[in-house]
């Protein structure tokens, strides 16, 4: 059985810059599209970016654009998420997901894998 673990989050003050990890174990994320998500108390689950494993290709939120980056190293069967300039309104708990379809990813619906979530907290 596959699973995602994520890690990097923490506490930083705004300006500030986290990179999240999502390591997958027990499958290779060489055939999976990644995408990265964020929930924050009391809001409903926020797509912020995906990666397509077959052309590289990234989208990413309005709210992120400019300030976050996607990527994944697949030797180290790993995604990333850089986040620069961070705000406040940036506190959530950040989620990666990975499923071969890039819509499914995308939408973050019924995704083969889900990570169990790190907590980031943009405060000074």
């Known amino acids: 059985q596959g699973h995602l673990v994520e890690s990097g989050g923490g506490l930083v003050q705004p300006g500030g810059s986290l990179r999240l990890a999502c390591a997958a174990s027990g499958f290779t994320l060489d055939y999976y599209d990644i995408g990265w998500f964020r929930q924050a108390p009391g809001k409903e689950r926020e797509p912020l970016s995906c990666t397509s494993f077959r052309d590289s290709s990234t989208s990413y939120a309005d709210s992120v654009k400019g300030r976050f980056t996607i990527s994944r190293d697949n030797a180290k069967n790993t995604g990333y998420l850089q986040m620069n300039s961070l705000k406040p309104e940036d506190t959530a708990v950040y989620y990666c997901?990975?499923?071969?379809?890039?819509?499914?990813?995308?939408?973050?619906?019924?995704?083969?894998?889900w990570g169990q979530g790190t907590q980031v907290t943009v405060s000074s």
């Open positions: 997901a990975a499923d071969p379809n890039y819509r499914v990813v995308a939408g973050g619906n019924k995704v083969d894998y």
